[in-house]
């Protein structure tokens, strides 16, 4: 597939403050994109770049083949968008905001819109000021995907939105796809993420840490299995094997946590030596990931260049 | 700073209290710095004498000869600039909060809604007195340098009645915002009182017999003060006035403020429904484009300015008929009224060289309705009201553009409004008017509500809505400086011509001097452009 969004050592400043820097990556059509990243490592400012709301100091940013900031109301009528802070005219009512915003764009499919309006389960009749910060979350989301737009850019879109109402959109952003569109989705709500993409971006500091598929993320995964045996055995069995990153005794030996990186296979060999009571394997979750990519000081950027091809850290590799 | 409510209010304003301070306060040393040189020769100081008593209807002229009585009478218009920031202050102190949704935690807190305010509230008193401190110990300053016998007490006294009428303007404002759904909506309601109790105050410097309404104003009462002129001092009488009002309206504020919804109004208005709608507004007109938009958000300021402008200019038609026998019997003996009338473009006392010199308060007027609006485009920049706008496929220059025209037909509106106001008064007083001329003075008005709104948008382009709110209203009080009392201190002509006022003209008079105009369109025009090229390249604020 195509590249739609094709980002090349974009960088911004803020005066001397980090922006973001030198961060490039592509994706491609009709994918679902997560961006992760801690609050203030560049997410929203990416996206800005993105919609042509700041320009940036150096490198580019594509959509569609056409630049940014040269071509925004090409890009524009492509696109919907949600802002990270969205702020709406407080006085108008949530059916007065869409009116206006389908307007600007020149029209919507009405009967889409109205269903949109009554999934989200959005009364339209009230003022924005009067609304919950979830409705008035619903009124951005439904203003982003009115128009069917070919790019969907949403930073951080659920914050805000009860259980049911977030499942809603994960349903929207699933029908997005399946139609062939595309949505980069910026969050840091890893379960959000997990649900919905098929590719993720890490941003740290401004720059770019991983990029790779959601599945790949999770290889690089660190299992912590415990096991529970008949009587004690020793530690340092287990400590040589493959992949073996920390042993822990517990039970005054009668058992041992395992934290293991990548395949199990010698450790399930080497416990079957002793009689095993119990075996308990935990799960990385995408959040034990993340939070090991924002833990590590030494983490380095992903150098540009073609996607696809990157090496992260000399030993892990990051694949598009 | 942070141990108490007051105190964080306190650490808030320190950069307000230091800027209007020092601000204000060396205003006031650069006028007493100026006082030998205004003063060189007895010729010149009659001369100041003179001209103090032409322009005594913007400010009472009190000893004039000395330095003292120069300075308060010199200092008198910038009262429109001093009260701006506690206005705006007074406005942001409990709605602004509410606006950004700060209130509500602040409430979290286990401290009552009274106290909150209150606390709040001693802040900006607080802040206030510094801020008099400040420009009282500056005026000191200024006046020690040019051997003035100006007493230290007498220069805090100054700056404590400058801060009593901040302290009012304040609580007005407090007290609007307990009505209104957004502070800046309580912002400009207030922003007109303060017009209208300045021009309220002038009144009976020109108009005879008319004490008891400016006695109506609170500034009238922040006049009766003057502790910088000899002799003349304090009025400790209107200073407890000025503070008493202040404690009432504050009163008011904070009692309406403990008893309404956070986020709500004191005075609802019914709803009209409370079943969930799942409809969209076909017919409104106001959404079909980012101009239509525009004029929506500003049709009902418009409408208030307008009866404020058009009810004035119909008003000076119905004080020019009524007053006419007595002004004209006035200007023989009267230089003062003499030289009010050749504001206007005229010697004589005709119906309509009165009311010539009554309209140059047109244009001042619609450009302060134009600093209000060019306020509102940089705050919405500020709030994020421009970046879901800015996604939707509309070039920047035509949000720019579109906002500008609504602008534009606002000016219209108010000044064709203000034709047919005055042109229905003078019928109805049967004043007899050159109805062509009157028709120029009116229009002729719309270009400088541009021009102002041209050079805020372009302000808007660096700064924040505050610092370009504060810097237009300055720009607009420095021309009204030199246009109006520039003449009399027979500035050079190159200085008057920086003023806008001085290609209105007297077209009531003499019709529509189309070069003239020229001149205020062309420099709007390049305003605009700029303002248009920097927002077509500026980042967005998040």
Same mark, same amino acid.
């Given at each position: 597939?195509?590249?739609?969004?094709?980002?090349?050592? !974009?960088?911004?400043?803020?005066?001397?403050?980090?922006?973001? @820097?030198?961060?490039?990556?592509?994706?491609?059509?009709?994918?679902?994109?997560?961006?992760?990243?801690?609050?203030?490592?560049?997410?929203?400012?990416?996206?800005?770049?993105?919609?042509?709301?700041?320009?940036? @100091?150096?490198?580019?940013?594509?959509?569609?083949?056409?630049?940014?900031?040269?071509?925004?109301?090409?890009?524009?009528?492509?696109?919907?968008?949600?802002?990270?802070?969205?702020?709406?005219?407080?006085?108008?009512?949530?059916?007065?905001?869409?009116? /206006?915003?389908?307007?600007?764009?020149?029209?919507?499919?009405?009967?889409?819109?109205?269903?949109?309006?009554?999934?989200?389960?959005?009364?339209?009749?009230?003022?924005?000021?009067? /609304? %919950?910060?979830?409705?008035?979350?619903?009124?951005?989301?439904?203003?982003?995907?009115?128009?069917?737009?070919?790019?969907?850019?949403?930073?951080?879109?659920?914050?805000?939105?009860?259980?049911?109402?977030?499942?809603?959109?994960?349903?929207?952003?699933?029908?997005?796809?399946?139609?062939?569109?595309?949505?980069?989705?910026?969050?840091?709500? !890893?379960?959000?993420?997990?649900?919905?993409?098929?590719?993720?971006?890490?941003?740290?500091?401004?720059?770019?840490?991983?990029?790779?598929?959601?599945?790949?993320?999770?290889?690089?995964?660190?299992?912590?299995?415990?096991?529970?045996?008949?009587?004690?055995?020793?530690?340092?069995?287990?400590?040589?094997?493959?992949?073996?990153?920390?042993?822990?005794?517990?039970?005054?030996? %009668?058992?041992?946590?395992?934290?293991?990186?990548?395949?199990? @296979?010698?450790?399930?060999?080497?416990?079957?030596?002793?009689?095993?009571?119990?075996?308990?394997? /935990?799960?990385?979750?995408?959040?034990?990931?993340?939070?090991?990519?924002?833990?590590?000081?030494?983490?380095? #950027?992903? #150098?540009?260049?073609?996607?696809?091809?990157?090496?992260?850290?000399?030993?892990?590799?990051?694949?598009? | 700073?942070?141990?108490?409510?007051?105190?964080?209010?306190?650490?808030?304003?320190?950069?307000?209290?230091?800027?209007?301070?020092?601000?204000?306060?060396?205003?006031?040393?650069?006028?007493?710095?100026?006082?030998?040189?205004?003063?060189?020769?007895?010729?010149?100081?009659?001369?100041?004498?003179?001209?103090?008593?032409?322009?005594?209807?913007?400010?009472?002229?009190?000893?004039?000869?000395?330095?003292?009585?120069?300075?308060?009478?010199?200092?008198?218009?910038?009262?429109?600039?001093?009260?701006?920031?506690?206005?705006?202050?007074?406005?942001?102190?409990?709605?602004?909060?509410?606006?950004?949704?700060?209130?509500? =935690?602040?409430?979290?807190?286990?401290?009552?809604?009274?106290?909150?305010?209150?606390?709040?509230?001693?802040?900006?008193?607080?802040?206030?007195?510094?801020?008099?401190?400040?420009?009282? &110990?500056?005026?000191?300053?200024?006046?020690?340098?040019? $051997?003035?016998?100006?007493?230290?007490?007498?220069?805090?006294?100054?700056?404590?009645?400058?801060?009593?009428?901040?302290?009012?303007?304040?609580?007005?404002?407090? *007290?609007?915002?307990?009505?209104?759904?957004?502070?800046? $909506?309580?912002?400009?309601?207030?922003?007109?009182?303060?017009?209208?109790?300045?021009?309220?105050?002038?009144?009976?410097?020109?108009?005879?017999?008319?004490?008891?309404?400016?006695?109506?104003?609170?500034? +009238? +009462? +922040?006049?009766?003060?003057?502790?910088?002129?000899?002799?003349?001092?304090?009025?400790?009488?209107?200073?407890?006035?000025?503070?008493?009002?202040?404690?009432?309206?504050?009163?008011?504020?904070?009692?309406?403020?403990?008893?309404?919804?956070?986020?709500?109004?004191?005075?609802?208005?019914?709803?009209?429904?409370?079943?969930?709608?799942?409809?969209?507004?076909?017919?409104?007109?106001?959404?079909?484009?980012? +101009?239509?938009?525009?004029?929506?958000?500003?049709?009902?300021?418009?409408?208030?300015?307008?009866?404020?402008?058009?009810?004035?200019?119909?008003?000076?038609?119905?004080?020019?008929?009524?007053?006419?026998?007595?002004?004209? $019997? &006035? *200007?023989?003996?009267?230089?003062?009224?003499?030289?009010?009338?050749?504001?206007?473009?005229?010697?004589?006392?005709?119906?309509? $060289?009165?009311?010539?010199?009554?309209?140059?308060?047109?244009?001042?007027?619609?450009?302060?309705?134009? =600093?209000?609006?060019?306020?509102?485009?940089?705050?919405?920049?500020?709030?994020?009201?421009?970046?879901?706008?800015?996604?939707?496929?509309?070039?920047?220059?035509?949000?720019?553009?579109?906002?500008?025209?609504?602008?534009?037909?606002?000016?219209?509106?108010?000044?064709?409004?203000?034709?047919?106001?005055?042109?229905?008064?003078?019928?109805?007083?049967?004043?007899?008017?050159?109805?062509?001329?009157?028709?120029?003075?009116?229009?002729?008005?719309?270009?400088?509500?541009?021009?102002?709104?041209?050079?805020?948008? &372009?302000?808007?382009?660096?700064?924040?809505?505050?610092?370009?709110?504060?810097?237009?209203?300055?720009?607009? =009080?420095?021309?009204?400086?030199?246009?109006?009392?520039?003449?009399?201190?027979?500035?050079?002509?190159?200085?008057?011509?920086?003023?806008?006022?001085?290609?209105?003209?007297?077209?009531?008079?003499?019709?529509?001097?189309?070069?003239?105009?020229?001149?205020?369109?062309?420099?709007?025009? =390049?305003?605009?452009?700029?303002?248009?090229?920097?927002?077509?390249?500026?980042?967005?604020?998040?």
């Amino acid at each position: 597939m195509s590249s739609i969004i094709q980002v090349e050592n !974009l960088t911004k400043r803020y005066g001397g403050k980090r922006g973001i @820097d030198q961060v490039s990556f592509e994706v491609a059509e009709g994918e679902v994109f997560g961006f992760l990243g801690p609050n203030g490592a560049g997410k929203t400012t990416t996206i800005r770049l993105l919609m042509a709301l700041l320009h940036a @100091d150096s490198g580019s940013a594509r959509i569609a083949g056409l630049d940014c900031w040269d071509k925004t109301i090409e890009i524009k009528r492509l696109i919907g968008y949600v802002p990270g802070e969205p702020s709406l005219d407080r006085n108008l009512t949530g059916g007065q905001i869409l009116e /206006y915003f389908a307007n600007l764009r020149g029209g919507v499919d009405r009967a889409y819109l109205k269903k949109l309006i009554e999934r989200m389960d959005l009364d339209t009749s009230r003022k924005f000021r009067q /609304y %919950s910060t979830g409705n008035k979350r619903k009124v951005v989301l439904i203003q982003a995907f009115m128009h069917r737009p070919r790019v969907l850019i949403l930073d951080e879109p659920t914050s805000g939105l009860d259980p049911l109402n977030q499942q809603e959109f994960d349903s929207m952003v699933k029908e997005a796809r399946d139609e062939g569109r595309t949505v980069f989705l910026s969050s840091h709500v !890893l379960s959000e993420v997990e649900k919905t993409c098929t590719r993720v971006g890490i941003i740290r500091e401004g720059r770019l840490v991983k990029l790779g598929g959601i599945h790949e993320l999770m290889d690089i995964k660190r299992y912590e299995i415990t096991i529970a045996f008949a009587k004690p055995v020793p530690a340092d069995a287990f400590a040589k094997l493959e992949g073996v990153v920390e042993v822990e005794p517990l039970s005054n030996g %009668s058992a041992v946590r395992i934290a293991i990186q990548g395949a199990a @296979d010698a450790v399930i060999k080497e416990a079957a030596q002793y009689p095993v009571v119990s075996l308990t394997s /935990y799960e990385p979750s995408l959040e034990d990931i993340f939070l090991r990519y924002y833990e590590r000081d030494d983490t380095a #950027p992903i #150098p540009s260049g073609p996607a696809g091809h990157l090496t992260m850290n000399g030993e892990e590799a990051a694949r598009v | 700073m942070f141990r108490s409510i007051y105190l964080k209010s306190l650490r808030d304003y320190r950069v307000p209290i230091l800027g209007w301070g020092l601000g204000l306060g060396a205003l006031m040393a650069v006028i007493f710095a100026a006082v030998p040189t205004v003063f060189a020769t007895p010729a010149a100081k009659a001369a100041v004498v003179s001209i103090g008593a032409s322009y005594a209807w913007i400010a009472e002229p009190i000893k004039i000869d000395t330095p003292g009585g120069y300075a308060t009478w010199k200092y008198g218009i910038t009262i429109l600039v001093v009260v701006i920031w506690p206005l705006l202050a007074g406005t942001g102190m409990l709605r602004g909060e509410e606006d950004r949704g700060s209130m509500d =935690v602040l409430l979290s807190l286990p401290r009552g809604r009274v106290r909150v305010a209150l606390e709040k509230l001693a802040a900006m008193w607080t802040a206030l007195l510094a801020m008099g401190l400040v420009i009282g &110990l500056l005026t000191f300053a200024g006046a020690a340098k040019v $051997s003035s016998d100006l007493s230290l007490g007498a220069s805090v006294a100054f700056g404590l009645n400058l801060a009593l009428i901040c302290a009012v303007f304040l609580s007005i404002a407090l *007290l609007v915002s307990q009505f209104t759904q957004e502070r800046r $909506s309580a912002s400009g309601v207030t922003a007109g009182i303060l017009l209208v109790a300045i021009v309220v105050d002038m009144v009976h410097r020109v108009v005879p017999n008319t004490v008891w309404l400016s006695q109506l104003s609170p500034v +009238y +009462y +922040y006049n009766l003060s003057k502790p910088l002129v000899p002799g003349y001092g304090a009025n400790l009488g209107a200073m407890l006035f000025l503070l008493a009002l202040s404690g009432l309206f504050s009163a008011a504020g904070v009692w309406l403020f403990a008893r309404r919804d956070v986020g709500g109004v004191s005075l609802h208005l019914p709803e009209r429904s409370s079943q969930p709608a799942r409809a969209l507004p076909r017919a409104d007109w106001s959404l079909r484009s980012v +101009y239509t938009r525009s004029l929506g958000m500003i049709a009902t300021s418009t409408l208030w300015w307008t009866l404020a402008i058009a009810g004035l200019a119909a008003w000076f038609v119905i004080i020019a008929k009524q007053t006419e026998a007595q002004l004209k $019997s &006035l *200007l023989q003996g009267s230089a003062a009224l003499g030289d009010f009338l050749k504001l206007g473009g005229s010697d004589s006392a005709t119906n309509a $060289s009165i009311l010539s010199a009554f309209f140059i308060f047109m244009p001042v007027l619609l450009m302060a309705f134009a =600093v209000t609006q060019a306020n509102r485009w940089s705050a919405d920049e500020e709030d994020g009201l421009l970046e879901i706008v800015l996604s939707t496929p509309q070039p920047r220059l035509r949000l720019l553009l579109g906002r500008f025209a609504a602008i534009g037909t606002a000016t219209i509106f108010i000044s064709v409004l203000t034709l047919i106001a005055t042109t229905v008064a003078s019928i109805a007083t049967g004043l007899s008017l050159d109805y062509g001329n009157l028709a120029a003075a009116s229009l002729s008005i719309i270009p400088f509500g541009l021009l102002v709104a041209a050079i805020g948008y &372009l302000f808007a382009g660096w700064l924040r809505a505050a610092v370009d709110t504060g810097l237009l209203s300055f720009l607009l =009080v420095i021309w009204v400086f030199i246009s109006f009392i520039g003449p009399g201190l027979s500035l050079p002509d190159a200085t008057q011509k920086l003023s806008p006022f001085y290609y209105y003209g007297s077209p009531l008079l003499h019709g529509v001097q189309v070069a003239d105009l020229l001149v205020i369109v062309a420099v709007g025009a =390049v305003a605009l452009a700029v303002a248009s090229a920097r927002f077509a390249r500026k980042d967005i604020s998040a």
